[in-house]
Structures are given as structure tokens and as C-alpha cells.
């Protein structure tokens, strides 16, 4: 008797065309075969696999992309649900039976030649009742050794899945890696992605971005649970009780530094458990748990280094697991490693840029693609908490926004209960940095650091928080911060490892050993609440840091309103309500 999963296999089988089917199995034997066969073929002429230096960094590897696939494509990534305000104005939309035939077209016959790589995946702990069975096709190679690193491949997600229809289908194929023929369609209420043209991470390891959010806030909206871009992490305090926060900031933020923030005061420990998603339960208990439903990092190359981020330094040097993936760096061929700007101060004399070319530096370009990225097991970490793979995830009680802003923003505040708490992650902006499109220095709404990821509404979306709540016998608290803000130009917080001051004040106010001042907005540290001892920091520029300036919030809450007119009556009712609270408080 077939299962569902043969069905299924068979279909695409039959779809795709391919010259051969492989099923991976997970095994380490089946790693060291797949490397050896990326290392020996070519795709646009390059080898897809190089390997590099073994001493320097251990089980490593060097790919190199087409270039005009280097980053997430949003303007071509799809929400087909039945009804298009069910995708919402936060979501590219598309009938959900023409994006497939659309799809299905472009699919049919397109593995002729190559192999059909079939990857049973579980996102999550195989022993969690949280986790999720999943299969993605795919004709990558890359995508399938890098889907090892990012999930749980194998023979236990067949076995998981057994003789159940219920897993997601995730159908990948580079195509021809045509930016004119370059799709990532979402079909939520089918359980199902399909892209095509890309194989760039967020396009085509269809377990992260695609199921892990824009699914997974969908089941999440189902289910009653949440799927967020967050990381999670456990503060440990000289007494050794262990704190969980989870933290959602936009991009260029330093999220993943404070997921391995090493903390300025002696006795206490920073524990990681994920750097990008969480997904969170309201356990029997009646408390928010969270786990990572990842397995690995796909983080960012340039700007790490030992002196701003250590311990992820430390991770890429690890030997723990038997893979890790350098895609798009330069490479320094005095010792066939890999290179991108901030990991040593010094441009290497002999190094090929990430287009293969001799680097030449008075051309004024980087070395290394600004998105270029490693993709490197979360099991190399050498502060992954002993927490990661409990099954029942960790027991949540804060939870930390932040955005960049010069102004407005004070460096904390606490919200003052849970729905002016999703009010406040609802209000998120960050000032475009140059890296992004857009003009620089303008606030770009993110709410919960989401707006790119969220499958549905998002006026839908804030009214599943406010429900959460509901739901929820002991909840989190939820904090605002700002690491960003600025007087004539210059940074008034010093940031990095001192934003660890900040964490300490949240972890009083989770123990009830210190007040608070009330604010329009929320509530914010007493005077001498944050700890400061060693830190040179004149007192005024601490009171700009926490105080409200009530014209800068009257420009803010203009703001505000903007955005959230865009969704119309989908806006919860308790959060219009607040914002003209908010309003007559600032009596605008
Ligand atoms: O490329 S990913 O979407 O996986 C990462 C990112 O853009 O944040
Ligand atoms: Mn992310």
C-alpha cells in the first residue's frame, strides 16, 4: 500500500520529470556522499562546492550563487488564499488556481537531467508535540545539504509521518534561475509552497521563512498558537535561575548578537535557543512556551567578527556537527578561507571577491556580498542552551521589541498590560538604514518585526495576539527598547554588551524587586533602576534616554494611524481604542 508520502513523491515524480529520485535518509554516510557529488559538479560553470581550509574552519565549504540570486525577492513572493483580503494589503496576492497552474507550468518537465531530491524534514524536536512534519522537494543539491544543517532530516520525519496525509509540501526547483521566472507561492490553507527560480535561502529552504512563518502563522491563527520571527534566549543570574526572553527586532538591529549577547556583569550567562523564529504554546500550565523550530544559523557574514560577535565566531570554528555552508563570502587564498568585511581588519592581498573575481579594493566595492551568508549548525554553539531540544520548550517571561530610531522612542519601556503590549509591538518602526531600499533615515512600520512574514491579515493577525492573551493564565511581560537613539548625531547609548544593563532591569521588574514611573506610553524604569555601575554615562543624557517628548509622539501617533488605516476595519477595535486613548493622554 502507498502512503500518502509515496503519493505525493510519485506525483512531483511524474510532474518534475526527473532523471533520477533520491529520498534522503539522514545518515552521516549520505552527507559525505552528497558533498563528494556538489564538489565534482558544475552549475553555471562553477563547482557548487568547494571545500575550505579544515583547520581554520572545520567541515566547511564555499558556494558561490548565480548573482542575480542573492536575497529574499518580496515582490515576488505570493499569498494565494481563496479570498485576497485574507492575504491582507501586508501580502502580494494571487487566486490560488492560477498561481498553480502558473506553477504547475513552470514545474513540468523541469528536472530532466537532474535528480529529484525528496527531504523529509521535521521542524522542531522529534519528541515535541509542537514540531511539524514536513517533505520539500527540491533539485538542489545546495538546498539539501543546507536543509540538513537548518532541520531534522530523515528517516525519523518518515517515520513521523507515517501513514498521515498531514505534512507540509514544500516543491522547490532552481529552474534556470531566471529572475523573470522567479516565484515563491504560499497557499496556506493547503499546507503547501511552491517556488521556482531561486536558490537562495529564504526562496528555497522552504522549512524557514515560507513554512516556519508565513505557514506557520497560518496554522498558528488556526491552532491558537503563534509563529514569530523571534529570537529566544535564557538569562542566567548568579543564583543560577535561568529567565527566557523572547526578542523580535526589524532588521540590522543586532538580533543575532543578542541572541549570544555575552552579558558586562560577572555571574551572569547568556543561554542561546534560537536566533530567528519561535514558536509559542499556551501549555496545560497555562503559560507561553517556546521552542525554535529550527536547527541551525543562516546569518548574515559581514560585520561578524571575534570583537562584535564572539561567540558566533566560535560557532563557525566548531567541529561539532560535519557541515557548515559559506555562501557568497570572498575567499583569501593565501589559506582557503573564507573572508567578508568585519572579520579582520585587514583586506587579505590575495583574495577572490564573491563573484569570483580578483578582489581589487580601490575599486571602492566589498570583497564579500553584503547579504553573504553561513549556514552553520545550531549544535556548534557553544552557549546553545541544554534547554534546546526540550521537548515542551521553555517557559517564557518577557518579551522584548525593539526598532531603530533616532528620536521618539525611549531606550526601555514596559508595557503596561498585555494588549497595550500588542499595541506596542504593533507600533514597531525602523529608520531605513542604507542597506535598504527607501530612503534613508524614513520609518518603516514592522509590526512585531513581521510584515514580510506574516501568511495573513495582519488586522487578523493582531486580534490572534489579543486573543492569545486571553487564552493565557500567566503571561509574559513585554518590553520596548531602543538601542538607537541619538542627540546631534552620536549614539546616547553605548549598546553591544551594555544593552545587558537593560535585560538586568526587565529581570527586577519580572521579579517585582523594583517600580515603575508611568508614562503615556508605558511604564518606565525609576531613577538609578538600571543598573550603571561601571558604565560612564552623564545623568542627562540617561534622563533624554527614558524620558517621553510629547511633541515627538504627537508627530508619532500621526504615524500610527497611517499605517494602520492601511487595513482598514481589520484593525482590533481594543487597539483603535488605545491609539485614541494615546491620543487624548497626548492631546493631540
Ligand atoms: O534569507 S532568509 O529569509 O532566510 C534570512 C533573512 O532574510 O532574514
Ligand atoms: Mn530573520
Known sequence: MLTPMDVFVKEMQNLFCPDGVYVMDGSQREAEKLIAIAQKSEIDGKVILKKLNGQEYPNSYYHRSNPNDVARTEHLTFVCTPVKNQAGPNNNWLDPKDAKEKMNNLFKGAMKGRIMYVIPFVMGALKSKYAKNCI?????????????????????????????????????????????????????????????????GGNA???????????????????????????????????????????AFPSACGKTNLAMLDPVFKGYKVWTLGDDIAWINVDEDGQFYAINPEAGFFGVAPGTGFTTSPVMMKTLKNDKFFLTLFTNTAVDNSNNTPWWEGVSNEVPLDLTDW???????SLGKPAAHPNSRFTVSIYNCPTLSPEYDNPKGVPISGIIFGGRRKSTIPLVYEAKDWSSGVFTASIIGSET????????????????????????????????????GKKAKKLPKIFMVNWFRKDNDEFMWPGYRENFRVIKWMIDRIEGKTGVIESEIGLLPQESAIDLNGLNIKKEIMDKLLSIDKEEWKKEVVMIEEFYNKFGDKIP???????????EKLEV
Open 136 to 200: 520539500q522537494i527540491t533539485d538542489s543539491i545546495y538546498v539539501a545539504l543546507s536543509m540538513r544543517i537548518m532541520s531534522r532530516v530523515g528517516k525519523h520525519a518518515v517515520e513521523r509521518i507515517g501513514n498521515s496525509s498531514d505534512f507540509f509540501r514544500g516543491i522547490h526547483s532552481v529552474g534556470d534561475v531566471n529572475p523573470d521566472r522567479r516565484f515563491i507561492m504560499h497557499f496556506p490553507q493547503d499546507n503547501l509552497v511552491m517556488s521556482f527560480g531561486s536558490g537562495y
Open 205 to 247: 529552504l522552504l522549512g524557514k521563512k515560507c513554512y516556519s512563518l508565513r505557514i506557520g502563522s497560518y496554522l498558528g491563527y488556526q491552532e491558537g498558537w503563534l509563529a514569530e520571527h523571534m529570537i529566544i534566549i535564557g538569562v542566567e543570574a548568579p543564583d543560577h535561575k535561568i529567565t527566557y526572553f523572547l526578542g
Open 355 to 361: 563573484q569570483g573575481q580578483k578582489y581589487n579594493e
Open 433 to 468: 538604514t542604507a542597506a535598504a531600499s527607501g530612503q534613508v533615515g524614513t520609518v518603516r512600520r514592522d509590526p512585531m518585526a513581521m510584515l514580510p512574514f506574516c501568511g495573513y491579515n495582519m488586522g487578523d493577525y493582531f486580534q490572534h495576539w489579543l486573543n492569545i
Open 573 to 583: 477595535k481594543d487597539l483603535r481604542n488605545y491609539l485614541k486613548e494615546l491620543k
